[in-house]
């Protein structure tokens, strides 16, 4: 959409939004004047609009969802190309909210007294409160958790 007439936006009445050379512009109806864009965090153009004392940030290409028939359906508004800061009418549609899976991370569950460390698998113990580590490093769990009880074992024998 090259050029447009001036839409109301709406629930902000004094406020009008147009496309003109593909670009959106928002006029104040008060001041009679165009605003002026900013920019959010994340690049995304945005601009402060107000109405009976309450005052709302909003990235433009939410305004043209409001104001204008988007391709799509959907209540997210997706840029084509990627760019965030592209707001021509041809570069916007709407889209669903794609929910991925959770990821899923395996802990490998490890026998009491066990840990791994730098792939090999480690026994501990406290004694009086202090960590003391078990001579030697284990190719399995199972192994480090046998030293570990031989050493439990071995306390309690003395």
């Not at 792939?119 to 958790?145: M, N």
Request: glycine share 6%.
């Amino acid at each position: 959409m090259k050029n447009s007439d001036w839409v109301d936006i709406p629930n902000y009445p004094n406020y009008k939004i147009r496309f003109h050379n593909y670009q959106p512009e928002v006029l104040s109806v008060k001041r009679n004047q165009l605003l002026k864009q900013s920019k959010d965090p994340c690049g995304y153009p945005k601009l402060l609009l107000s109405h009976q004392n309450k005052s709302k940030m909003f990235r433009i290409h939410k305004l043209i969802q409001l104001c204008f028939d988007l391709k799509g359906t959907g209540s997210y508004v997706k840029h084509i190309n990627g760019v965030v800061d592209d707001n021509r009418f041809e570069n916007l549609c709407n889209r669903e909210v794609v929910s991925r899976p959770p990821k899923k991370t395996k802990r490998l569950k490890l026998p009491k007294g066990v840990f791994q460390w730098e792939g090999k698998f480690r026994a501990h113990i406290y004694i009086d409160g202090k960590r003391t580590y078990i001579a030697g490093s284990y190719d399995t769990p199972q192994e480090a958790h046998q030293a570990y009880k031989n050493k439990v074992e071995s306390i309690e024998k003395a």
